[in-house]
């Protein structure tokens, strides 16, 4: 069985078309991530990486901001 190679405009995240590196929904996602980071930061002094750890095992974050999360995890971005 041949595995399709990734296209050129999709979405790095779940493989929709996209514009870019991401979808719509993915890209407000990671937008949002890095908007709220900076209270996260100062409210409980972590990094980045823990950030997104605790977004992605939290049972009140959105699916998309999960998956952007993961992403982010995973990519080490």
Do not use: Q
């Not at 996260?40 to 992605?56: F, P, V």
């Amino acid at each position: 069985m041949m595995i399709a190679p990734p296209r050129k405009n999709s979405c790095k995240v779940c493989g929709r078309p996209s514009g870019g590196e991401f979808c719509d929904l993915h890209l407000e996602a990671i937008r949002r991530l890095k908007e709220h980071f900076e209270i996260w930061k100062e409210r409980k002094g972590i990094g980045w990486k823990d950030y997104l750890m605790e977004i992605s095992k939290n049972e009140r974050t959105g699916g998309w901001v999960k998956e952007a999360a993961d992403y982010l995890i995973r990519e080490n971005r």
